[in-house]
């Protein structure tokens, strides 16, 4: 009689190598965990540097790294790049990554002044996107907007949490779904977000005044800082030096050059305003931002000089402790700008030991 068994055992090979290939190409658990796994690479996402992300409501994960926008529906990333000639121009936007989803089923990803606009059902990047905003009801109002904005018009984007579409044109904030139109001050600031609970509007501002609109007229203001506070706010632009900064922190060659493109701004033009907002140089600036951090992490983390120096973008930790003493020490016995206190001197003695 015919032996099956050798039949048997290759088929049983077979079958766990394409098991196994099935099982690294899937998300992996993070232990013994049935909540937690790991995505990476392996599962096709295009680097491990993340940007930003959000879970899309019929349940597929979007990933912004920098090569571009990753979908991930459950098994495998699939890649949409975002070529720099596709975008659109946001010049009042001058934040990070933000990934918004509307109604229409389109994610719009927001880099500084720029947008990009993808149709998800199609995996593919929308042209001219920010043409095709356009109202459909209120009609009085769209006339008033010479039949709705055009992409020149458009200065910034919104979605709120109902998934409506907003763009800012000047003061003026148009809802593109019903028209609705809201009229801000020029001195409240910028808007840094908003949001609907179907009957108000919540405009945040980026002075700290949160402004509430019901059809469309202001109802009432309110602000997260008092008047001294508000004060002694930093100017905007330190607040996007500082941004940038910390999200380059690592990279010592990161520089005013660099900054200044990233800003969207000349060198000059930018040594100009820096210097009138802080009183130094811009490289001494950045010297500064990145001589703090160093200072917090010496404190807050177990690690050797040398490893903070290099995190913060010093290569020479012999450089760093002679910046860290100056930025510090001088302050500290001539200025009196810190506070005496141990872990100071446990810093100073440990930089010294380096």
């Known amino acids: 009689m015919r032996s099956y068994k050798p039949y048997i055992i290759k088929l049983c090979i077979v079958f766990l190598c394409f098991g196994g290939r099935i099982l690294t190409s899937s998300a992996q658990k993070v232990e013994t965990n049935d909540y937690f796994y790991v995505l990476n690479t392996r599962q096709g996402l295009s680097d491990n540097c993340i940007l930003q992300m959000m879970q899309l409501t019929d349940g597929r994960l979007v990933v912004r790294t920098p090569k571009g926008i990753n979908l991930y529906d459950g098994r495998r990333f699939s890649l949409i790049p975002l070529p720099a000639e596709k975008a659109e121009n946001i010049t009042k936007y001058k934040g990070q990554t933000h990934l918004y989803a509307d109604s229409q089923d389109r994610l719009w990803v927001k880099e500084y ?23 459909n009801g209120k009609e009085n109002k769209m006339k008033m907007m010479r039949n709705g904005p055009t992409r020149n018009d458009i200065q910034d984007l919104f979605v709120d949490s109902r998934k409506n579409v907003w763009v800012v044109m000047g003061d003026s904030l148009l809802n593109t779904q019903d028209g609705n139109l809201i009229h801000l001050k020029k001195e409240w600031g910028c808007l840094q977000d908003l949001d ?27 602000s997260a800082y008092s008047t001294a506070e508000a004060i002694n706010q930093d100017p905007e632009l330190i607040l996007q030096v500082r941004a940038l900064i910390e999200q380059h922190l690592e990279d010592g060659e990161y520089g005013v050059e660099q900054l200044a493109q990233d800003l969207c701004m000349e060198r000059t033009g930018l040594y100009k305003k820096l210097t009138a907002l802080t009183h130094t140089t811009p490289m001494a600036f950045i010297r500064s931002i990145r001589l703090h951090r160093a200072a917090a992490l010496l404190q807050e983390s177990k690690q050797s000089v040398n490893e903070i120096a290099e995190r913060t973008g010093f290569s020479s930790p012999s450089y760093f402790t002679k910046c860290f003493k100056k930025e510090f020490v001088l302050s500290l016995f001539h200025h009196l700008t810190l506070p005496l206190h141990p872990k100071y001197n446990l810093m100073y003695l440990e930089l010294d030991k380096s």
């Open 113 to 135: 002044q720029k947008i990009f606009c993808i149709l998800l059902a199609e995996g593919r990047i929308l042209e001219h996107p920010l043409d095709a905003l356009s109202g």
């Open 196 to 222: 609907t609970d179907g009957r108000q509007v919540y405009a945040f501002m980026d002075s700290g005044i949160v402004a509430v609109f019901l059809n469309d007229k202001l109802v009432y203001t309110v």
